[in-house]
């Protein structure tokens, strides 16, 4: 909350520039998203989508009446997504989990089991912005490409499996802190006044950074020992968990532009 009362406030301040001695427009935005994970090992699955909300500052440069350089700065709220491990292991390993059982040893995680992640990311987006001249009272636009540069500022997981439903866990140590990714957009304004106007539109992000930290293992059961109601001494065959975790989102922005 804190930090969306500052942005609100840098949100003011700039709201007071005389937009009409200069090229520059700001704005605010508010954007339901979606997002989910896939990965690189066809033994992890996508599972889930999760339903988040973009909120920030927009500000827009324009080097003619058409094209604009584009910027600002938003907060992503529960991004992420499920992912299904075909394969079970130790896959938060890093993390201090609530149950210590659930990241000891090598197969404290069973098969099929599903992890939840959901982060809270900063992010700074670059774009140039094209724009149709006014017909009406509307314009259309497209923004491409979209570089945005972030850090996850809140990561927190789900365990579900058969056995398990594990609550609400800090898995910071376990999920990349910096953030990049490359994403595109379509939308309308509609003017209000002369230097106001409201935004709708459709934007699609591609994440090319890797949002699990390597290094976890996954376990394929080999033998039991001759003991099978006795787990402790199970073996197992431990894979390096080393594949690529990247996200992607849709947003539908609606925003407000001075």
């Not at 089991?113 to 140039?128: G, N």
């Amino acid at each position: 909350m804190r930090k969306i009362v500052l942005l609100f406030v840098f949100f003011i301040g700039l709201s007071q520039l005389d937009a009409q001695t200069s090229n520059f427009r700001f704005g605010f935005q508010l954007a339901p998203s979606f997002s989910s994970i896939r990965t690189s090992d066809t033994q992890i699955t996508k599972s889930g989508t999760n339903v988040g909300l973009k909120t920030g500052i927009l500000a827009e440069y324009y080097i003619s009446d058409k094209i604009a350089v584009t910027s600002g700065i938003s907060i992503a709220f529960n991004h992420g997504g499920k992912l299904t491990h075909k394969i079970g292991g130790n896959f938060w390993s890093k993390s201090e989990l609530t149950n210590p059982l659930l990241n000891t040893g090598d197969k404290p995680l069973a098969d099929n089991t599903e992890l939840i992640y959901k982060l809270q990311l900063v992010e700074v987006p670059f774009s140039l912005k094209y724009r149709t001249e006014e017909r009406g009272y509307w314009r259309y636009f497209m923004e491409a490409p979209i570089l945005n540069f972030g850090a996850v500022s809140k990561s927190r997981g789900f365990i579900t499996s058969l056995s398990e439903e594990d609550q609400d866990e800090n898995i910071g140590k376990d999920v990349n802190k910096l953030t990049y990714s490359l994403g595109a957009g379509l939308g309308a304004e509609y003017s209000l006044s002369e230097n106001i106007s409201l935004v709708l539109g459709l934007y699609y992000n591609f994440y090319m950074s890797d949002l699990t930290d390597n290094g976890s293992f996954k376990a394929s059961f080999v033998n039991d020992n001759g003991t099978p109601q006795d787990p402790n001494d199970d073996v197992y065959d431990l894979i390096r968990e080393n594949s690529n975790a990247l996200m992607s989102s849709f947003s539908l922005r609606f925003g407000i532009l001075f």
